[in-house]
Each structure stands twice: as structure tokens, then as C-alpha cells.
């Protein structure tokens, strides 16, 4: 995959994914419950850039994390910890003023009635961030920039930082964003709809989920949501357990995210009425690994660091789902939201099956330390 621009550092020294966004301290239960019964918490890291930062690193790629953190006990917590994934955390900002961000958590799934989370991040430092404040010449140094929808929702500020970054610009490295719909940190706005869905179209690698989709924008169904978003380079439209949906194609802007790489985008032609008249897709379906989940926290962030892994290696679409598809069934194999990834040679191995031994593979906790034996890697 070549890098964003002529002139730029050789592959050798180039970041390959800067992300951008508020990591915050998480405080996890001790055992299942409602938060006024958990009696003690432990302690741990959550944020969807800095989650997939941490997982890139651990893959062996160059991942930068930039963020702005309070000068308390929690941001020094923050940055040391993600730096020890090999995160390069040089960029992050200190904040005199600004706590940093910290949230507690039940132990059910995200999406269950019963799930609690407990916020304590307005006023946080990394909801200061700002067009003004943040170092552009390290968020725009590597081949990728990562991005989410959450940060679009910390603040005015967070908002104007991010679509100045996804505005077309002669520097700008590839754009991935995930759209990240969180309804709460929106605080009932109805803006988080037309926001979320500017922003999507302005980048050239684009993950939503289904159920996201419909929640934000009332889309149903993959099809329905690439012609909503008929710009980016490349969709992908992750449906849980029916796996996920690859729209690929080139499209007009300032990069390309084709099956090749990231490369710069070829001219559109114009339709009579003014628009653009996009290239046919390639669609391609990827079907989903079962997998024995023990928490069903972090593996959005998961999937996204796979694909991107798998993207920046140049491989095919297909096996770039797949590489989401495994990175996320680390995450949701145990507790918390960060694990290691499987090794390279061994998750190569799984993508590299045919569509038969895909079907029938089965992941449970522990296998990304499994050798691929036939009795650690099951396949009933």
C-alpha cells in the first residue's frame, strides 16, 4: 500500500494509523449486577481510537495515539499504559485544567436492557480538543488517520476538529472513520444523525454497523446504507452475527481506499444533473466466526484494527474482513476490552481458508495462544 503523498518519509520510519480521540479510565465490574450492587471495580483503559491503536501495535504495525488527557493520576495511568502496546503516545496533550475522563460499567452486553454505564467526561480534557490545540503535523504523518464518531459528540470544539480533518486537503492521509453512533453522549440532539452521516461521507473507509444505521439514520439493510453513503472508497457494513458487508470502488475525493491499497483517487465523471457517477462496486460478504464470547465489549475496535491491519499489508477485501473478523473474536474472548491479537502467521492461516473450514470454525477464550492443532483451533 504506498503512502499518502510524494514526499514523504520512507516505510521504514512513516506511522502507518494516527487515531484520534478521548481514551478514558474504565472501571470494570467485579461480578454481574447492577452498579448499585457491585461492590469493587478494577481498573482499566477504554476508548474506540486509542482500543484500536493498542491493537495495531500488538499486530506489529506503527500506530500513533493523540489525544488530550487531564495532569492527574488517571491521564499518567492512560499514556503509559497504551504506550506499553508500543503505542506512540508523544503527541498526547496535557491538560492543567481538564480531568481526564473516567467511566464505570455492569458486565452485560452493551446492547442488553440491563447494561449500566456511568460517564464522568463532561468537562474532560479530551472534550477540549480543538482545531487550535492539536498537533496537525502528527496527525497528518501516516498513511492512515483513524477516526470516530464519539469525538464528534465530546463538544463544538471535538465537531470543528473533525470536520477539518475530513475536508479535502493536499496532505491528508486516508480517512477512516467509524461512525460510532452513541446516542447518550449526544445528550438528545437530533443533530447526531446529519453529523455522523457528513462525516462518513467525507472519508474514504467507512465502518457502521447495521443496527447503528437504522438506530441514526433509519436506514435498513447494506444496500440502503451505500446509497446513503455513496462517496467513501470503502463501506463496511458489520452485521453482527450475519457478518459483514465490503462495498469497494473507486469514488472521487483526495484518496482512494481500493482493494489495492491507498492510492490517489481517479477523476469522476459528471452526470448531466452535476453529480458524480461513481464506478460499479464490488460487494463482497464476509460471513462472521462463531466464537464462545465472554464479554461482548471492544470488538467494533477489534474489527476496525483488523481490517486496517489487512489493508495496510495490501491484501485482498475478502481477507481483510476476515482479518476483522478474527481481530474481533480476541476481544470478545475475554473480559475486558484489549487483548493480544493472534499471531500474524496463525490469523493469515484462518483467513487464508476455503469458505467451508471458515464455516465451521470456533473460537473460544484462549485461542489466540493456541497453536493450530485441530484440537485448539475446533472445527466441529
Excluded at 474504565?26 to 491503536?53: H, K, W
Excluded at 465523471?269 to 460478504?285: I, K, M, Q, W
Aim: charged content about 20%; proline content about 7%.
Amino acid at each position: 500500500m504506498p503512502g499518502p503523498a510524494a514526499g514523504t518519509a520512507d516505510a521504514a520510519t512513516t506511522t502507518d494509523v494516527v487515531c484520534l480521540g478521548e481514551s478514558m479510565v474504565t472501571f470494570l465490574p467485579s461480578q454481574p449486577g447492577r452498579l448499585a450492587d457491585v461492590p469493587s471495580f478494577g481498573r482499566g483503559i477504554g476508548g474506540a481510537e486509542s482500543n484500536v491503536a493498542c491493537a495495531l501495535a500488538a499486530a506489529g504495525h506503527r500506530a500513533a495515539w493523540v489525544g488530550r488527557v487531564g495532569a492527574d493520576g488517571f491521564g499518567d495511568h492512560l499514556v503509559e499504559t497504551i504506550a506499553s502496546y508500543g503505542v506512540d503516545t508523544s503527541a498526547v496533550r496535557r491538560d492543567p485544567d481538564r480531568p481526564t475522563g473516567i467511566y464505570f460499567r455492569t458486565a452485560t452486553d452493551r446492547g442488553a436492557d440491563t447494561h449500566e454505564v456511568a460517564y464522568y467526561r463532561a468537562g474532560s480534557a479530551a472534550s477540549a480538543m480543538s482545531p487550535d490545540n492539536v498537533p496537525y503535523e502528527d496527525l497528518l504523518a501516516g498513511r492512515v488517520l483513524h477516526l470516530s464518531g464519539i469525538t464528534a459528540a465530546l463538544s463544538a470544539d471535538c465537531l470543528a476538529l473533525l470536520r477539518d480533518l475530513t475536508a479535502p486537503r493536499p496532505d491528508r492521509p486516508l480517512v477512516s472513520f467509524d461512525v460510532n453512533h452513541r446516542p447518550r453522549l449526544w445528550r438528545g440532539s437530533e443533530a447526531d444523525a446529519s453529523v455522523l452521516l457528513e462525516l462518513a461521507r467525507r472519508s474514504d473507509l467507512v465502518f457502521v454497523g447495521e443496527d447503528e444505521a437504522e438506530e441514526a439514520w433509519g436506514i435498513v439493510g447494506a444496500d440502503a446504507v451505500r446509497a446513503a453513503l455513496p462517496e467513501p472508497a470503502v463501506l463496511v457494513v458489520k452485521r453482527g452475527s450475519a457478518g459483514a458487508t465490503v462495498f469497494s470502488g473507486p469514488r472521487p475525493g483526495p484518496r482512494s481506499a481500493t482493494a489495492g491499497g491507498a492510492e490517489n483517487a481517479p477523476a469522476s465523471r459528471s452526470t448531466e444533473g452535476g453529480g458524480a457517477e461513481f464506478a460499479a462496486d464490488t460487494v463482497t460478504l464476509v460471513p462472521a466466526l462463531r466464537v464462545d464470547v465472554v464479554a461482548a465489549v471492544g470488538a467494533g475496535d477489534a474489527f476496525a484494527a483488523g481490517f486496517l491491519s489487512a489493508t495496510l499489508r495490501g491484501l485482498p477485501v475478502r481477507d481483510r474482513a476476515r482479518h476483522g473478523h478474527l481481530m474481533a473474536a480476541a476481544a470478545l474472548t475475554v473480559p475486558g476490552d484489549l487483548t493480544d491479537p493472534p499471531a500474524r502467521d496463525h490469523a493469515d492461516h484462518l483467513a487464508a481458508l476455503d469458505d467451508d473450514a471458515w464455516g465451521r470454525l470456533r473460537l473460544g477464550p484462549g485461542w489466540t495462544a493456541a497453536d493450530r492443532a485441530a484440537e485448539e483451533v475446533r472445527t466441529p
